[in-house]
């Protein structure tokens, strides 16, 4: 007899579907659709599943790293935390903070070579007109001084005393003072490219003549006076020397003393530098004319 075929089984996931092995797994009678879908012949879906996850081994839970104690880093305007975070600069009415302890500062521009002169940034820095006073303040104490002096000398010789030193000293002083006031340095290179207002300078000279005239004016009536007989040497000093004329020249100098730097700086404003070689071109048109008439 021959074998009889064998018995007809239906997948238990696919019921309509005949089955073509048992799963290894759980035993039950899978399908060919069973054997696509788990991608393994002796397994079906289920029993591959669960044989998949139980190979992969178990996450591992994150682990914070510890964390220390300094500071964190910055980085030109940019902080970065231990954290991971990065930190930008505020923005203050929209302009960058700039770190209170950045010590780096820009190259003085032209416009601020008159204040580098006023000192640190850390103090107060005074107005570029009083630092000029200042160093214009001995020029013309130098030039009052020289001017009393040398009048003093010569009331010593000559026992007597002349208005003119004051006439003088006003002319003198305001000149010294504006020049003073653009001192060069030793490169020859102007501190300052202009003198200050001409109020300022006619204000300080004045202030040199209140302070030294009165002076010069008793020691030159100690002078005249001394080894004389007269009575009251006073009176007979002020009938000299502070007539009608004498009043005049005292005035004139407090005058001029305010006005000269009024004219000095109208004339360094038209003054013009000269042109180079002038003398010599003009010479050698003069040359040239005379051999020209010569020639004729």
């Known amino acids: 007899m021959e074998a009889s075929p064998k018995a007809w089984r239906a997948c238990y996931r696919h019921p309509k579907k005949p089955a073509s092995r048992d799963c290894a797994g759980c ?3 899978i399908c060919g659709d069973c054997i696509k879908e788990s991608g393994d012949p002796a397994l079906c879906p289920a029993c591959k599943e669960e044989a998949t996850s139980g190979d992969k081994a178990p996450e591992a839970s994150p682990v914070e790293p510890p964390r220390s104690e300094r500071s964190p880093l910055t980085v030109s305007e940019v902080t970065i935390h231990d954290d991971g975070r990065v930190e930008a600069p505020r923005k203050a009415k929209g302009k960058a903070e700039v770190p209170r ?10 416009a601020e070579e008159e204040r580098l002169v006023a000192g640190p940034s850390t103090q107060a820095r005074p107005a570029p007109t009083i630092k000029q006073l200042e160093a214009a303040l001995p020029y013309g104490l130098m030039a009052a001084i020289g001017i009393l002096g040398f009048w003093l000398i010569l009331a010593l010789i000559r026992h007597s005393w002349t208005q003119w030193a004051v006439f003088i000293m006003g002319i003198a002083v305001p000149w010294a003072l504006t020049r003073g006031s653009t001192v060069r340095k ?3 290179l102007r501190v300052w490219k202009s003198p200050p207002h001409p109020a300022w300078i006619g204000l300080l000279s004045a202030g040199i003549m209140l302070a030294l005239v009165p002076l010069a004016e008793f020691l030159a009536y ?5 080894g004389t007989d007269i009575v009251n040497p006073g009176s007979k000093f002020m009938s000299l020397y502070f007539d009608s004329a004498g009043i005049f020249f005292v005035a004139s100098g407090f005058i001029l003393a305010f006005g000269i730097p009024y004219v ?3 004339g360094e404003g038209r003054r013009t530098p000269p042109e180079p070689g002038r003398f ?3 010479v050698t048109k003069v040359f040239k004319g005379i051999s020209r008439k010569v020639a004729k």
């Open 27 to 29: 035993g039950k009678p």
């Open 280 to 282: 010599r071109t003009r």
């Open 186 to 188: 030793k490169a020859g």
């Open 264 to 266: 000095l700086r109208i």
């Open 101 to 110: 302890d950045d010590t780096t500062t820009a190259p003085p521009t032209t």
């Open 222 to 226: 100690k002078i005249v006076s001394q």
